[in-house]
C-alpha cells in the first residue's frame, strides 16, 4: 500500500453483527479506503501509521482496549488531529467513555446517532479526510521545514570548517615568505641561497594566488557567470597542462603517476585551460589522499564520450561520505591528516565539467581501497580557425619601455611592482593615493595608469575619471587593480574605460605581457 493510500485509510470497528461489514460496503462502493479491525486493540495499532479516519461504534468502546487506543490518540504529533467518528444510539451508558474519549482526541471527535442515512455518514467521512489531508499537508511542510534548518545547520557548520581552513592555508605560506624576505636582507647570502629565497617566495606567493582563484572561480561558477573559452585543441596538450600542475605534490610524496592516453584522439572543443584545471585538480586531490609510494592512474579513451579517469590505491572514501563529496566545503574524513585542502576543489570541478556539458562521478570501495573519478564529456565537433595567438613572454621584449603610473595605497605593492617594471627598463612613476596620482599624471604625462579601485578619499574610477578629463588623458591607457574579481566589477571597469581588469593579487608576469600587449595595440576597454 502506498503512503497516499495510507494516509486515506478509514479503520472501522464495529464488533456487533454485520455492523462492519456493511459500513465498509458503502465506503468502498463510494470510492474510500475502508479497512476493517478487530477492535480497539488493533485500530490503536493500526492508528500508529498513518491513517484517514477512524470509525466506531460503541459497543466497540470496552473497558478493556479502549485505555489502549486513547493513549494512541493522546500520543499523536502537534499537527495531528485524527478525526474519531462514532456512532452511537443516543443512550447514557457509554457517555463517560465518550466523554474520555472526546477528550483524548483533541476535538476531533464526531458523534453520529443511529439510525442514520448513509449519506450522513458519507459526507462526515468526505469532511474528516479533507481535514485530515490539511493535516497531512502541514506535516510535510513542517517536515521540509526541518530538512531545510538541518541543512543549514550543515552549511553553516561547513562554512565554521571551511574559514578555519582557509585560515590555516592562507597563514602557512606567511611563515616560509617572512622567513625568505627576512633572508634577502642579509648580504651573507651565496647566490645559491640568493635564488632559494626567491623561489621559497614566489613558490609561496603563487599557491596563495591559487587558493583565492579556485575561491573566485567558484563563486563565479555557482552565480552561473565563469565564461568558458572554447577552442580546438589536443586531450594530450590539456593533460600535460594538468600533470604539471599536480606534479609537485606528486613527486614530494614519491608517488608513481602513470598516464595512458590512447594514439589517436579526436581534436576537443573546449576550453582547454578550464578543463586542465579539473583535472589537475583530481591529480592533486588523489595525491593529498594517497600515501607517499602509492600510486595514481590518469587514463582516457572514448566511447561516444570522452571519459577521463583518475583513479589511486589511497585511503578510499567511506560510502556515507559519496554522495557528498561535490558538494562545497565537503571535506574526506581522514583521521589526522591536516592536509585536505580548502574543500572546494571537487566542487570546482563539477562545476567546469557540468559547463561543458559534461557529468562526473566518483566510486570507492570503502576505507582503504582507493577511490576512482571519473569525467564524462561529450564529443563536439571541431570548427578549424585560424592560428591561435601566444602570449607573449616576458624576457623578450625588455627593449621596449613605456612610461606607467601606478597609484596604491598598498606602498609595498606600489613600490615593489614598480621595481620590477623598472627592471624592465619601463620608466616608472609611483602614487599612493588618487589625489597624488592626479599631481603626477599632470608631471609625468604616463602611457599607462595602474589605478588600485579601492583607495580612500578618491578610488580608482573616480581618479581614472579625472584623469580622462585632463590633457592627454584621453590616449592613456588605464588598467583598474583590484581585490574585487566578481563580474560586475569587471562590467564597471569597463564602463569606466579601462583597458583591462587586474585582480589581487597582481602577477607581474600578466602586467609585463599587458603592456606589451597595450604597446602593440592590441588592448582596449572592450579588453577587459
Not at 625568505?180 to 629565497?197: D, G, H, I, N, Y
Request: aromatic fraction near 4%; glycine fraction near 8%.
Amino acid at each position: 500500500m502506498s503512503s497516499e493510500e495510507r494516509t486515506e485509510r478509514v479503520l472501522i470497528v464495529a464488533p456487533l453483527g454485520r455492523d462492519a461489514a456493511a459500513i465498509a460496503e458503502l465506503l468502498n462502493d463510494h470510492g474510500y479506503r475502508a479497512q476493517v479491525c478487530s477492535g480497539a486493540a488493533q485500530a490503536a495499532a493500526e492508528a500508529a501509521a498513518d491513517v484517514g479516519a477512524l470509525v466506531l461504534t460503541e459497543e466497540a468502546l470496552d473497558r478493556e482496549h479502549v485505555p489502549g487506543l486513547l493513549r494512541q490518540i493522546g500520543a499523536q504529533p502537534a499537527w495531528s488531529e485524527l478525526p474519531v467518528i462514532i456512532l452511537t444510539s443516543g443512550g447514557e451508558s457509554r457517555s463517560a467513555q465518550l466523554l474520555e474519549l472526546a477528550a483524548a482526541a483533541a476535538g476531533s471527535i464526531t458523534l453520529l446517532e443511529r439510525p442514520l442515512a448513509a449519506v450522513t455518514l458519507l459526507r462526515t467521512i468526505d469532511v474528516a479526510l479533507r481535514s485530515r489531508r490539511r493535516q497531512y499537508q502541514v506535516r510535510d511542510l513542517l517536515e521540509a521545514q526541518r530538512t531545510r534548518e538541518a541543512a543549514l545547520q550543515e552549511a553553516d557548520h561547513r562554512k565554521d570548517i571551511f574559514l578555519a581552513i582557509l585560515s590555516h592555508e592562507l597563514r602557512n605560506p606567511l611563515t616560509p615568505i617572512r622567513n625568505a624576505a627576512e633572508l634577502l636582507s642579509s648580504t651573507k647570502l651565496t647566490p645559491v641561497q640568493l635564488r632559494w629565497a626567491q623561489s621559497v617566495i614566489r613558490r609561496q606567493t603563487e599557491h596563495m594566488a591559487a587558493l583565492l582563484d579556485d575561491l573566485l572561480d567558484l563563486a563565479r561558477i555557482t552565480q552561473g557567470k565563469l565564461q568558458l573559452r572554447k577552442q580546438s585543441c589536443s586531450l594530450r596538450g590539456i593533460v600535460d597542462a594538468a600533470v604539471e600542475t599536480a606534479r609537485p605534490i606528486i613527486e614530494m610524496r614519491r608517488q608513481q603517476l602513470s598516464v595512458r592516453l590512447p594514439d589517436e584522439m579526436p581534436m576537443l572543443s573546449v576550453d582547454n585551460i578550464r578543463l586542465a584545471q579539473a583535472i589537475a585538480n583530481l591529480l592533486t586531490n588523489a595525491a593529498k589522499y594517497t600515501d607517499t609510494g602509492g600510486s595514481i592512474t590518469l587514463s582516457a579513451r572514448v566511447e561516444g564520450e570522452l571519459i577521463i579517469t583518475v583513479a589511486d590505491n589511497g585511503i578510499g572514501i567511506p560510502a556515507e561520505q559519496l554522495g557528498q563529496l561535490f558538494t562545497m566545503f565537503s571535506q574526506i574524513a581522514s583521521g589526522n591528516r591536516s592536509d585536505g585542502g580548502l574543500g572546494i576543489g571537487l566542487s570546482l570541478v563539477k562545476g567546469i565539467v557540468e559547463l561543458h556539458g559534461g557529468t562526473v562521478d566518483v566510486q570507492s570501495g570503502g576505507v582503504g581501497k582507493g577511490s576512482e573519478f571519473t569525467i564524462r564529456l561529450p564529443l563536439v565537433p571541431v570548427l578549424t580557425t585560424g592560428s591561435e595567438s601566444k602570449e607573449q613572454g616576458s624576457a623578450a621584449h625588455a627593449a621596449w619601455k613605456l612610461r606607467v603610473l601606478i597609484a596604491d595605497d598598498n606602498e609595498d605593492a606600489t613600490d615593489s611592482l614598480a621595481l620590477l617594471l623598472s627592471l624592465d627598463g619601463h620608466e616608472v612613476r609611483t602614487a599612493y593615493s588618487g589625489h597624488a596620482a592626479l599631481s603626477v599624471f599632470d608631471e609625468f604625462r604616463p602611457d599607462v595608469a595602474l589605478l588600485d579601485i579601492g583607495m580612500p578619499e578618491l578610488d580608482g574610477f573616480a581618479t581614472a575619471n579625472a584623469i580622462r578629463q585632463r590633457r592627454g588623458g584621453a590616449s592613456v591607457s588605464l588598467i583598474a587593480v583590484t581585490g574585487w574579481g566578481q563580474e560586475a566589477d569587471k562590467r564597471r571597469a569597463r564602463e569606466a574605460g579601462f583597458a583591462m581588469h587586474l585582480t589581487k593579487p597582481v602577477d607581474p608576469d600578466r602586467v609585463r605581457s599587458i603592456l606589451w600587449r597595450l604597446q602593440k595595440g592590441e588592448l582596449n576597454s572592450s579588453s577587459v
